[in-house]
């Protein structure tokens, strides 16, 4: 049984120290969109997870290093066969109700992620056949067959418990006045205009929570954003952009806190997804290397992003620990591009259509992408399609390459599985191969990292070749803040999380 | 007159039918999916057949339009699919935040607007006249999107007179919302308030070439009198319409002032809701500005006829 001991020091610690009693404080932090519904069973959007590390322990998190850390969970087992798992709670947490969090509340959420309806958790637990409260400290997960991701799954929203009683009072309104167990409990939503939280004084962990009442207020451009955190009617601002880095490092007043995305930004090219894709582009997978050669990853971050971002080629970023090294970020080659295209026998220039959503930052790196790979013989033809458009288009088949982002998971499963995997949910490029469908399913059921990225390396030599994603570089999510908030530390999701932060006056 | 009325608020049944035909239909010449919007990174077949199935989207045209009607003409609107909050909700929290904006803006416009425009008119072809009319020319150049920006550097960053963005309810705190909505409703009057000022100018420099101007002036009376009394009175009447007309179109939200300004108001939850695809606030906002646009319509109709008895006929 695996034992985590590092929340009881931090406790202790904590308690040491003290804390003292000061003036309310409050922090009032700038998202970048308005966030969804605030159910955790009912949310998608990345905003609302920001909300929710506020708003909603889970049974486990993550920690600087992506290692997963107990939080409303004590500890884990897994079985010998990998189909049971069982998790032991931590007592004497409370919801923000006054209920008790105990084996039957987490039973109750769990089962209200997988059969609710319109539950967008329903995929993240598919793996999981039944629960089991064996005991009020106790739960125990039967799963259909091992599956590995499962305990990342629980470091989110999957894994968030809400107060059953207050689930069953208000069903799918939930989201308009949630429950939880987090730090800070629900105050009041007005739309579009901001979220108010208050301290949790039955926190488990109330000793390390430091501020009395957070502002969530989406302010969707910007350089607004940015304005308002320097004229101080924010404390703090979540994705500042990489190119107001050196101004906002260059003020006194300002903290910056980033880390390199859990996600990427890539082109998936349309391989045998539908018509569109049986061109020379998508049928040889030598004309996508080619494309990929044609690239500068390197001039796309410092063009576009000052240098800021990371250039990658692969579904996790250089510093995850699943990063398989042996396969580094190819330089720019354009004379092997030409090579490529003339082996592959297309006459150049090779248009391709590049569906591009629209947004300043994606644009501005679809034109630099049009400009390098001009250069090594293909005629990028940029369409900017509104979001929400592109992603029929996407389902549909209708393009040949597509600039897709991807916010990234805690467990590489969520950033390759989904995207290559035959036939699965976003597989838009229409990639299939019953060699790589093996090795990511034996991926899900080792226990090990090591083994697990054995796996990977099988089938990232042959997506890398011959795969309908071409990754290009992962994002810093850049946390911006006033001088005054001190002990705030950024973790790799780019969420905020308010432990031990401390705002002076 | 009572058969007058009663004719008219017949008419308004086939208005309102066609309306929300017309609102209905043109959403779904949208492209997207609103279920695959609303997924957003969560696309699994599954779960969206199940929200599909849940909002009625997997049914006919014409029974999903049904359903809202019947919904509307028993006063529910429907519920955001983004959000789970029922849309008269959205509506009424939404609706104070932008008539405060609205009528602040107007406020800002007429004066001034009207004042630039009598003093241009006044000192025609002198050295104040082209300076007002090239401000005027500036004012309706003017992005408000720059000019927004531009002002929260200058006020909230420089200055910190104000809040950047943001919005605090009249009720809440009279002072601080009249600081949050200063600027957004100043960037919103500044380009109709040029508007203003040019057909202020051109009707008071009518007005003072008018017989009865000139009548005033040779009974002696003092040429502010002149100018205030005589000339303005009638040469505002194109300008109060204007000022109405405007008031109508501002009423149904300012996309841009209020994205800028962060402002919750009609605007940015029409975008919103149409970036995100969510039908039923998109029918319910815009169900609810044309009723209001029609409503205001009969009352200007009834007040005609109220005013000038021949058209009773």
């Known amino acids: ?505 | 007159m009572l058969r007058f009325l009663g004719r008219r608020l017949l008419q308004l049944v086939p208005t309102l039918f066609f309306v929300s035909v017309i609102i209905f239909g043109l959403q779904q010449l949208l492209p997207g999916d609103p279920a695959l919007a609303m997924a957003g990174e969560e696309r699994d077949p599954a779960v969206l057949e199940q929200v599909r199935k849940q909002y009625r989207l997997d049914q006919p045209l014409h029974v999903q339009y049904l359903y809202w009607v019947g919904g509307v003409l028993s006063g529910n609107l429907g519920e955001s699919m983004r959000l789970k909050e029922p849309v008269i909700t959205l509506i009424t929290q939404k609706f104070p935040v932008t008539l405060q904006l609205a009528l602040m803006a107007i406020a800002f416009s007429l004066t001034i607007g009207v004042t630039a425009g009598v003093i241009s008119a006044v000192k025609r072809d002198t050295a104040v006249d082209y300076a007002v009319n090239v401000i005027a020319l500036w004012g309706i150049s003017t992005p408000n999107f720059w000019l927004g920006i531009m002002l929260i550097f200058l006020f909230a960053v420089h200055l910190n007179w104000l809040p950047a963005s943001g919005y605090v309810g009249f009720l809440d705190d009279p002072w601080m919302s009249l600081k949050t909505t200063l600027l957004p409703a100043f960037v919103l009057g500044n380009s109709f308030a040029a508007v203003l000022m040019r057909h202020t100018r051109s009707a008071m420099l009518q007005a003072m070439g008018s017989d009865y101007v000139r009548t005033a002036r040779a009974k002696g009376l003092a040429e502010r009198r002149v100018v205030l009394k005589h000339a303005l009175r009638n040469a505002l009447t194109p300008v109060v319409t204007l000022g109405a007309l405007e008031l109508g179109t501002l009423l149904s939200g300012a996309v841009l002032t209020e994205q800028v300004f962060s402002i919750p108001g009609f605007g940015k939850l029409i975008v919103d809701s149409v970036f995100n695809r969510d039908y039923a606030v998109v029918q319910g906002v815009t169900l609810i500005t044309a009723t209001t646009y029609i409503l205001l319509n009969l009352v200007a109709d009834v007040a005609y006829v109220l005013i000038n008895p021949r058209l009773r006929s």
């Open chain 1, 1 to 505: 049984m695996k034992r985590y001991g590092l929340v009881g020091a931090a406790m202790a610690a904590a308690l040491l120290t003290g804390s003292a009693a000061t003036a309310e404080t409050t922090l009032r932090i700038g998202l970048a969109e308005d966030p969804d519904v605030l159910d955790p069973t009912l949310a998608r959007t990345y905003v609302g997870r920001i909300v929710f590390a506020s708003l909603c322990d889970k049974l486990f998190d993550i920690d600087q290093n992506i290692n997963i850390v107990p939080q409303l969970a004590l500890s884990h087992e897994t079985s010998p066969d990998g189909k049971t798992v069982t998790i032991k709670l931590r007592s004497g947490v409370k919801f923000h109700d006054g209920e008790v969090m105990d084996g039957e509340a987490v039973r109750a959420s769990l089962e209200r992620h997988m059969t609710m309806q319109g539950s967008f958790r329903k995929p993240e637990l598919a793996a999981v056949e039944s629960i089991e409260a064996v005991d009020p400290l106790t739960v125990r997960l039967h799963l259909k067959a091992p599956f590995s991701p499962l305990i990342a799954q629980l470091t989110d929203r999957a894994g968030m418990i809400v107060s059953p009683k207050a689930a069953k009072e208000s069903g799918d309104k939930f989201g308009l006045k949630p429950i939880c167990a987090g730090p800070f409990k629900f105050v009041e939503r007005v739309q579009q205009d901001r979220i108010v939280l208050e301290k949790f004084a039955e926190y488990w962990n109330a000793a390390n929570i430091h501020i009395d009442r957070v502002v969530f207020r989406p302010i969707t451009e910007s350089t607004v954003r940015l304005a308002n955190l320097k004229s101080g009617s924010l404390e703090m601002i979540e994705r500042a952009l990489a190119t107001d880095l050196p101004q906002i490092r260059a003020d006194a007043k300002l903290k910056v806190a980033t880390v390199p995305e859990l996600g990427y930004q890539g082109i998936t090219v349309n391989i045998g997804k539908s018509e569109a894709g049986k061109t020379a582009f998508g049928k040889d997978p030598r004309v996508i290397q080619a494309f990929s050669l044609s690239l500068d990853r390197e001039a796309i971050t410092k063009v576009a992003f000052n240098g800021e971002f990371l250039p990658g080629n692969q579904w996790v970023s250089p510093n995850n620990p699943y990063y398989q090294s042996k396969f580094p970020v190819p330089k720019r080659d354009v004379a092997k591009a030409r090579e490529l295209l003339k082996a592959a026998g297309v006459t150049t220039p090779l248009t391709i259509d590049f569906m591009v959503p629209n947004n300043p930052e994606t644009r501005q790196v679809a034109e630099i992408v049009q400009a390098m790979a001009g250069e090594a013989g293909f005629d990028i033809k940029i369409r900017v399609t509104e979001f929400a458009t592109s992603l029929k288009e996407a389902e549909e088949g209708r393009y040949q390459a597509y600039m897709l982002a991807w916010s990234g998971r805690v467990d590489p499963d969520g950033n390759v599985y989904i995207f290559h995997k035959t036939k699965a949910p976003q597989n838009y490029g229409g990639y299939s191969n019953a060699d790589v469908d093996k090795w990511l399913e034996e991926a899900r059921t080792k226990g090990s990292l090591a083994d697990r990225k054995a796996a990977y390396e099988k089938a990232a030599e042959k997506l890398l070749t011959e795969g309908s994603v071409v990754y290009l570089y992962h994002r810093l999510m850049i946390i911006a803040h006033s001088a005054n908030l001190d002990g705030y530390q950024q973790l790799p999701d780019g969420l905020i999380r308010l432990s031990g932060a401390r705002l002076r006056p």
